[in-house]
């Protein structure tokens, strides 16, 4: 977004547009890029939205607001609410857990730091899917989480913990924790320390210093953390498919399974586009929340 | 001085790994004393007063605020509070927020934190700032943020590290006497660490001046100028001429210039330096019975110039200074003599150095022709005082 003050001269307009342009030839690339890979397709999913489906898959060229109409039947809009909720529980304990991680991390000497980053983002070079896999044989009725519980006595009898909406917490939290540490490392790591010193000079208990000044200035850290980690636990389907044995269905799994399977394509790009939409809505706030913590309210 | 000191610090020591901070610090601060920590970089002057603040934690000693012992203390419960190299003010927090962050801290009531944040403000002339952010403002404000918030619980102890480093000349020059005035005003004790010497002579009643760990001389800001007790002190205070030779009993024997009357305790015989201020050495044409020598170049200062002057048998340029502007040009043949002059012991292990600081001010008055030679004599002079100078030959100016 560009700001233009009123008192803007035709000269400085022009000399500003000028400026803009000169980025052109680096921009370039990337835009075309993301016009023919990006802009198109949701285009194209725009459009499909308002025909009717073809009996095989593929569109009947007849106008129709019927989709959009489908999405307010409480099958759906359950599905939706369940991914938000779970996307947001996700969320939430990838930030609990995340944030002690990235504040001890930000806190190591710079060897140690390097190690501590290093284990963070090691399961990212292991296959996802093997990854995916490992979850099935700890959590499955004579997985080792059971066999572990039974031996040590808390229980007698397996519990089952695969294929539950829990399981496909642990499993995207697992998957998108480092997601959460890495933005919140960076934010805590570039903290001026002599910050902390100034509220500790001041008077602040060590508590009172990190809630007044470490706390709020790692905040733009924090929700790009939660972006990272809301974004794709939401439109995640493999998770859901594999740990949550597809009994749980998420909104990627619906899509999936409308293209797929039900061959309602119209549909299936209905229930895409609204998921693209939420999640843009989701980060035009954080933007917004995030400008606003570090900049102050807008000035008068 | 009081008979009660503010402040003590007792044979502090402070150690990082196998390197000593600090050597067996001790030194006494006065109520209401404007004090400063004055030394080069890495001489120990800011672990002193992270050790006060609570920062760091000497290995041995005893530093204490009115005989409250400081160093059992955790940082937040000491009664010091400290202006920040780099301010450290709190970005997300604005102008008033930031000065009241220490009475809210404390748990003071909103109205009385409203009065005396205003108050502050008043005496800091920051009211028109109030609900501005720390990144609207410029270096001289930020400046009285850091200030104003520091000491709005009326600390006993101010501490200011490096407080006029970031901002540049002209500033500088007005918060210098905004500091001052504010200590007289609220009656505070400062403690100022410095690297500057100008800024701790104009600004300090005492200065302590470190160097290695160590305090080399305690003393005011007229007897360090006036009798420096060590040749570092000598070089790091001021412009110096320094004469390297063996103290006699009158003076100081400097080979290949003889003998230089100063005033000094040492024992005769011993490694000396004598200390010749260029005020006190008298450069003309017409001047006789000293040394000869040919004028380098000179430089005008605006209310005094400083003549350089080539004397043979000296690795460097003995530093004249005269008021205002001076006739005598580059290359002029002229006499130079000696006024009051002090000595200080010289250890003979050290190699030796010609200390003579040109101020970084000079504006030299020498023809345009002359300038490329300007040039590398600046470049030798200009340098940390202690550091060698290479000695020049002896016609530079043929």
Known sequence: MTTTTPQATPAVRAQRARRGLAAAPFLAPGVLFLIVFMAIPVGLLAFYTFFKRGRFGGLVFEFTLDNWAKLAEPLYVGVILQSIGLAFIVTVLALLLGYPMAYAIAGLSPKWRTVALIAVVLPFWTNFLIRTYAWILLLNNAGFVNQWLQAIGITDEPISMLYTPQAIVVGLLYMYLPLMVLPLYASLQQLDPSLREAATNLGASPWRAFRTVTLPLSLPGALTGCIFVFVPAMSNFVIPELIGGGKTVMVGNLVRDQFYEARDWPFGATLALVLTMLLVVVIVIQAAVSRRVTEGPRRG | ?398
């Open chain 2, 1 to 398: 001085m009081t008979a009660e000191p503010l402040l003590r610090v007792d044979g502090v020591r402070a150690v990082y790994g196998d390197t000593v901070a600090l050597h067996d610090i001790s030194l006494d601060i006065a109520h209401n004393e404007f004090f400063a920590l004055l030394g080069p970089s890495g001489c120990g002057k800011t672990t002193l007063l992270r050790s006060i603040a609570g920062f760091e934690t000497p290995a041995a000693g005893r530093i204490t605020v009115d005989g409250l012992d400081l160093l059992p203390l955790p940082a937040h419960k000491r009664p010091v509070n400290m202006m920040f190299q780099s301010y450290a003010l709190f970005p997300h927090l604005s102008v008033e927020k930031n000065i009241a962050y220490g009475l809210e801290a404390e748990g003071v009531g909103r109205a009385e934190i409203r009065a005396r944040v205003g108050e502050v403000m008043e005496v800091v002339r920051l009211g028109h700032l109030a609900k501005r952010r720390p990144s609207q403002l410029s270096g001289g404000q930020r400046q009285r943020v850091a200030l104003a918030r520091a000491i709005i619980k009326r600390p006993k102890l101010l501490l200011l590290d490096e407080p006029l480093s970031a901002l540049d000349r002209q500033v500088r020059a007005s918060m210098q006497l905004e500091l001052k005035r504010l200590q007289h005003e609220v009656g505070l004790t400062f403690v100022v660490v410095t690297h500057d010497q100008e800024e701790a002579m104009s600004m300090a009643d005492r200065i302590a001046v470190l160097n290695e760990g160590r305090l080399e001389q305690l003393a005011t800001p007229q007897e360090l100028y006036a009798e420096p007790a060590s040749r570092f002190v000598a070089a790091f205070i001021g412009t110096a001429n320094l004469l390297d030779g063996e103290a006699t009993a009158d003076g100081v024997a400097v080979p290949g210039l003889g003998p230089v009357p100063a005033s000094h305790g040492l024992a005769a015989g011993s490694p000396a330096t004598a200390v010749v201020r260029p005020e006190d050495v008298t450069v003309g044409t017409e001047v006789s019975g000293g040394l000869r020598g040919t004028v380098v170049d000179t430089y005008f200062l605006g209310g005094a110039s400083t003549i350089s002057v080539e004397v043979p048998g000296l690795p460097a340029p003995l530093l004249a200074s005269v008021h205002g502007a001076t006739r005598l040009a580059r290359g002029a043949d002229v006499g130079v003599t000696f006024g009051r002059a002090t000595a200080v012991p010289r250890d003979p292990s050290q190699p030796p150095s010609y200390g003579t600081t040109i101020p970084t001010t000079a504006i030299p008055v020498t023809d345009a022709a002359a300038a490329a030679d300007m040039d590398e004599a600046a470049g030798n002079a200009t340098g940390v005082p202690a550091a060698s100078a290479p000695p020049r030959s002896q016609d530079v100016s043929a």
